[in-house]
Nanobody
Framework: QVQLVESGGGLVQAGGSLRLSCAGSGRTVSVYAMGWFRQAPGKEREFVAAISWSGGSTHYADSAKGRFTISRDNAKNTVYLQMNSLKPEDTALYYC???????????????????WGQGTQVTVSS
């Protein structure tokens, strides 16, 4: 069983930055593809970014390109999401997710991930 725990969320002004972390435990997630998703009140969960198990391949939603960076440290069993130039519309509950399967073509679909964290709240004030 894999447990994922997010941290790093908080309240920040527009234009600010946050770095989210997702720590894996129970089993190593170093061989898992990992993704970040977010869900705002009244909206569906949406894809933000994904990274292959090696870190050699990354994918971003259009809304995240140029502002967010996903990375991982497999020695620490941790995945990160660096978020810069934050906007009020980035306000949401951010989740990390993982799967041992390849996500080359399916990285944006929540149903393709087997394990989820409990989420960390990001609030961006205008």
């Amino acid at each position: 069983q894999v447990q994922l725990v997010e941290s790093g969320g908080g309240l920040v002004q527009a234009g600010g930055s946050l770095r989210l972390s997702c720590a894996g435990s129970g089993r190593t997630v170093s061989v898992y593809a990992m993704g970040w998703f977010r869900q705002a009140p009244g909206k569906e969960r949406e894809f933000v970014a994904a990274i292959s198990w090696s870190g050699g391949s990354t994918h971003y939603a259009d809304s995240a390109k140029g502002r967010f960076t996903i990375s991982r440290d497999n020695a620490k069993n941790t995945v990160y999401l660096q978020m810069n130039s934050l906007k009020p519309e980035d306000t949401a509950l951010y989740y990390c997710a993982g799967t041992p399967r390849s996500i080359i073509l399916t990285y944006a679909f929540p149903t393709q991930y087997d394990y989820w964290g409990q989420g960390t709240q990001v609030t961006v004030s205008s």
